[in-house]
């Protein structure tokens, strides 16, 4: 059953930073449909905001309000906070890579902006629930290459403590600049709540993917390793593309979202695990593997080293977030992979249209 989030003032907005992104527009567009007036703040930096603002815009009209902006700008933060009846964190630099190449910029969108956020709440409207889009990227690598052992096509701990997946009581070890900013972030979220009281949870969220997701190399792999499949282009595998993962489709994760909103009082200051779980894990090469028999034909593999933070095995143990709000996965991987894959067939013939067309004018 889908939840309604029951807000004290539900004539307030909802604000959304990095509400054109993937997950921001999925969620504005959940929110929307239920009948909420959404502020989707984005400073179009990502490949696919300006699709998923027009997109949004054709759906809802009115009732969602885009706002060109940045978390790093902390007056038009305050000015949006202050009319908001919730805020749901999303925006921030997104890639280890990108992150490598300028940690100051880095830090400045994900702990700084975080801070903004919060410091915003603080002064401006402490009652509203605040809940924030961390990672699982804060727990460091985790395992060893002697602390995982091959097993077919994929990497599994040798520890059995692991069976259920890393749970949120694992100490955090901050690997790149990208891990610590989002690391910085994620704690001082918690600690807005131990100490200022205000209503905030985080979500450490493990390879999300769905429609609306213009993937990279460098973020959001799944619809970036179907893109490549359905043009025919090779893929590029860092590591020998046993590492696995534990991927949720973006239905699922709006809808644990929501219910998060839906029962801040009882989650605030409290940290949960958000993927897939043990039984949405899969390898790399097992993921590559379903891809061809959803699409037919099978794709080049490119190897490379492994990059820096690469974790050989990363799967969420998601108990907590399912006690907390009763949710659970329900879209399974082929499912998903599926529906993506058709979104993608559709949103790619404009563009591969336009190239025939430019390659015939040649």
């Known amino acids: 059953m889908k939840r309604v989030a029951r807000l004290a003032d539900p004539e307030r907005p909802i604000l959304i930073t990095g509400g054109c992104g993937f997950i921001g527009c999925n969620l504005a567009n959940a ?10 703040l984005d400073n179009f930096a990502r490949a696919g905001a300006q699709e998923n603002r027009d997109w949004l815009k054709s759906r809802h009209g009115e009732r969602v309000v885009i706002e060109p902006a940045d978390v790093r700008d902390a007056d038009v933060l305050d000015a949006l906070v202050a009319r908001a009846g919730a805020i749901l964190h999303l925006a921030a630099q997104v890639a280890v890579t990108t992150s490598l190449d300028d940690p100051k910029a880095d830090f400045s969108v994900n702990a700084a902006g975080t801070l903004n956020v919060l410091e915003a709440v603080r002064r401006r409207n402490p009652a509203a629930p605040v809940i924030f889009a961390s990672t699982n990227k804060v727990y460091g690598r985790l395992f060893s290459n002697d602390a995982v052992a091959l097993r077919g096509d994929r990497y599994e701990p040798i520890d059995k403590a692991c069976a259920r997946g890393i749970g949120e009581n694992t100490p955090l070890d901050l690997y790149s600049p990208y891990g610590c900013s989002k690391g910085a972030a994620d704690q001082y979220v918690l600690d807005y709540a131990r100490v200022f009281g205000l209503r905030t949870a985080v979500f450490r969220m493990s390879c999300i993917y769905g429609v609306r997701q213009f993937g990279t190399e460098d973020q ?3 619809a970036h390793f179907l893109k490549q499949a359905i043009a025919g282009r090779p893929i590029t595998l860092y590591g020998d593309g046993c590492q696995v993962r534990d991927i949720l489709y973006i239905d699922d994760a709006v809808n644990a979202w929501i219910g998060a909103l839906d029962r801040i009082d009882s989650i605030s200051g409290r940290v949960f695990n958000l993927g897939g779980g043990i039984a949405n894990s899969v390898s790399l090469r097992e993921l590559l593997d379903l891809i061809a028999g959803v699409l037919g034909r099978r794709s080049r593999i490119v190897h490379d080293d492994w990059r820096p933070g690469d974790q050989p095995w990363y799967v969420s143990d998601i108990t907590a977030i399912g006690r907390a709000i009763e949710w659970s996965p329900r ?6 992979i599926a529906a993506l894959l058709a979104w993608l067939t559709r949103s790619l013939a404009p563009q591969a249209a336009a190239d025939t067309l430019v390659g015939a004018q040649a």
Do not use: D, F, K, T
């Open 31 to 40: 929110l929307a449909s239920r009948g909420r007036q959404v502020i989707a």
């Open 220 to 222: 959001g792999w799944v």
């Open 331 to 336: 879209v399974p991987v082929r499912a998903g």
